[in-house]
């Protein structure tokens, strides 16, 4: 369940999120994707309220994101920020998957207190809440919670997560600004003939 990739898995975390999405309740496409892109990095950077999600939900939605991809010995979603890439995806342009969400969501918390006799999710600690998802792991919620927490960790800062490229950090990725020539075949050639 928890994700956590290393410098040289660059290759199963493609593999991990492509298998995140399979079950998923949302995928986005990049039009989606990039919609949600400035209004999430602008939220993100001034810690802006939350424009779909109530406080509540929030709070019980970034506990299973630091469970999906927790802070340990190096920083998790929480740090990543990925809580504004979901509440933006969640926004009313996709209110169709926010329902199916929110009654995943209340089921948790259900459970939490039936189980635990705990408030909320977030109340409990660590392990009870590791038992909790594992239950519901090969459900569209969790997918959904799983995809939304990889992709608002990892997807470029400017979608509203991955706050100081702390994700990239995480799977040992270097944003390259400039590409040095040749590019390819044809640039190759290109450079030779002295354009």
């Known amino acids: 369940m928890v994700f956590r990739p290393s410098p040289s898995s660059c290759r199963d975390f493609i593999t991990s999120l492509t298998s995140a999405v399979g079950s998923s309740l ?13 209004e999430a990095s602008a939220a993100r950077r001034s810690m802006a309220a939350l424009a779909t999600l109530d406080d509540g939900e929030a709070a019980e939605l970034a506990a299973i994101a630091a469970r999906i991809i927790p802070t340990d010995d190096t920083p998790g979603a929480t740090e990543a920020g990925a809580i ?3 509440d933006n995806v969640l926004g009313s342009s996709r209110a169709e998957e926010l329902e199916p969400l929110r009654a995943g969501l209340a089921s948790l918390v259900a459970s939490a207190r039936s189980k635990y006799g ?3 999710f977030r109340a409990l600690d660590p392990d ?3 038992a909790l998802l594992t239950e519901v792991e090969d459900t569209p919620f ?8 990889i992709a608002g960790t990892f997807s470029l800062p400017e979608y509203g997560g991955n706050r100081d490229g702390i ?4 799977i040992g990725f270097e944003m390259q600004h400039m590409w040095q020539p040749p590019y390819g075949f044809y640039d190759a050639e290109y450079a030779r003939e002295g354009r």
């Not at 994700?167 to 995480?170: A, E, Q, R, S």
């Open 26 to 38: 949302i995928v986005l496409s990049l039009p989606a994707i990039v919609t949600a892109r400035a």
């Open 84 to 86: 504004y890439f979901i």
């Open 118 to 120: 705990a408030s909320s």
């Open 128 to 130: 009870a809440q590791d």
């Open 142 to 149: 969790f997918a959904t919670m799983r995809f939304l927490t």
């Open 167 to 170: 994700g990239w950090n995480l």
